[in-house]
């Protein structure tokens, strides 16, 4: 198979002032940024549906987008041509990652051990090309959402059969995620929720999905997978409502189940906004529960009620979630590119741009991340926010001395408090600004 995008080189990094569209204006990957290289504070990803597979369809429009790359769509030279793309692509622009769902390699046959034959074939093939690179899978998972059987959810499904073949992908996802050398294992509960309680047993769904999991890492386990099981919380869409709404509510899940020990989050931008909040307050709920496992690197948009999966633009935003994960002390998996081009972009060269847009986003987000913590007023206007649990009263309570009659006898002493002093937010928003403007 020959070079498949012909006009498009090897896209190098020349700065802010380059006018080539076709070259990184911030994401320097050898840059040092707080001691580390650029490159190993961003792992990169790409996303094998969207980048390889989605092309342009909607609710109402088909196919903008060419994505045969030059076989016919539906075949097993199909699949292999997307592979071919794939390193060519994640080559030119130094993408050392890819993640993947078990039938974003293949066409999906109907009985699924023709299914599983393909994707052994298909992973041989992968593996060969691994070979002599250093590309690797940041990580693989099953779709278990797409195939009809799945309407009423996988784990979560009403029917002892069809759970069995939720098993039958997540066994061979595990596989080839092992086969590959995956860093970590996805759980992405699409159709895992309701509709109408009218015909759901929500605690028996939940146990289910649990029963599943437990399954899955004693598998995984049992075949060399030495890395991180995620669940990836989303609120709703295409269910209604989704058992792993968002940070918070999945950790619930993954505590009450007993699952700590091999989960943690796979937490998606988009998905954060969904549920109502931003994401960086996903992320901070993940880090701050020993849970921040790895990233769905994208952006919503806050006029759409829907995962529009967009290329991360938003520098701000990428701004906080690089000082999240700088906080938190880092990410066991990456940043996965689950971003698709907009429908009207839908040649060759809007594919590298829309990952040159993404990796300069992050690493202006990851510069700016920095300047804010060496700059170091926000950290200590924190830090100092709280100084009255240093001493005092204050200490007894953080180490545990304090009683409620203790308490309620240094309020008695005072009569009433002073004011617990100005939140600054302004004064803070303001530092932000100079910090990014000047
Ligand atoms: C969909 C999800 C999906 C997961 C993997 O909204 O983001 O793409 O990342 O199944
Ligand atoms: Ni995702
Ligand atoms: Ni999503």
């Known amino acids: 198979m020959g070079e498949i995008f012909k006009n498009i080189p090897v896209i190098p990094f020349e700065g802010p002032g380059s006018s080539n569209d076709l070259a ?8 040092m940024i707080l001691g580390r290289k650029m490159s190993e504070h961003l792992p990169f990803a790409m996303a094998w549906w969207h980048n390889l597979g989605a092309a342009g369809t909607d609710m109402f429009g088909r196919d903008t987008a060419d994505k045969s790359f030059g076989a016919k769509k539906g075949t097993m030279e199909h ?10 692509f994640m ?9 993947f769902h078990d039938v974003d390699l293949v066409p999906e046959a109907d009985d699924i051990n023709e299914t599983n034959r393909r994707l052994d074939e298909i992973s041989d093939y992968i593996l060969e090309k691994m070979k002599g690179t250093d590309i690797r899978c940041l990580w693989g998972t ?17 029917s002892a059969d069809v759970y069995c073949f939720a098993a039958a992908q997540i066994k061979k996802a595990l596989e080839l995620t092992v086969k590959f050398g995956g860093r970590g294992y996805v759980f992405w509960g699409g159709r895992e929720g309701y509709e109408t309680l009218l015909n759901t047993d929500v605690k028996f769904e939940q146990e289910n999905i649990a029963r599943l999991m437990h399954m899955a890492v004693e598998y995984g386990r049992s075949i060399g997978f030495k890395g991180d099981f995620y669940i990836e919380p989303k609120p709703k869409e295409p269910m209604k409502h989704q058992y792993d709404f968002d940070a918070a509510t999945t950790i619930g899940f993954i505590r009450q189940y007993g699952l700590e020990k091999d989960f943690k989050l796979n937490i998606e931008a988009n998905h954060a906004t ?4 931003t994401f960086r307050h996903d992320l901070r709920i993940a880090a701050m529960n020993g849970m921040l496992g790895s990233i769905d690197a994208n952006q919503g948009d806050y006029l759409l009620g829907w995962d529009t999966d967009e290329f991360p633009f938003d520098v701000y935003e990428a701004t906080w979630c690089m000082y999240e994960v700088i906080k938190g002390g880092g990410l066991t998996g990456g940043f ?57 009263i204050g200490k007894k309570i953080v180490s545990g001395e304090a009683d409620l009659e203790m308490l309620a006898a240094h309020a008695a002493e005072l009569g009433r408090p002073e004011l617990p002093g100005s939140g600054k937010q302004e004064k803070l928003e303001s530092i932000v600004n100079q910090v990014f403007f000047s």
């Open 24 to 31: 990184f204006k911030f994401y320097d990957p050898d840059r």
């Open 336 to 392: 996965n590119f689950d971003a698709k081009s907009r429908r009207p972009s839908y040649t060759y060269e809007d594919m590298f741009e829309s990952y040159i847009l993404g990796m300069d986003t992050f690493a202006l987000g990851l510069i700016k991340a920095a300047a804010i913590i060496e700059d170091g007023r926000i950290d200590s206007f924190i830090r100092e926010r709280y100084a009255s649990y240093e001493s005092g």
């Open 79 to 88: 699949a292999k041509a997307k592979v071919d793309a794939g390193f060519e």
């Open 91 to 99: 080559k030119k622009l130094g993408i050392k990652l890819f993640c």
């Open 142 to 158: 099953a779709n278990m959402f797409s195939n009809p059987r799945f309407m009423n959810g996988a784990g979560s499904t009403n």
């Open 274 to 277: 969904l549920a109502g909040h």
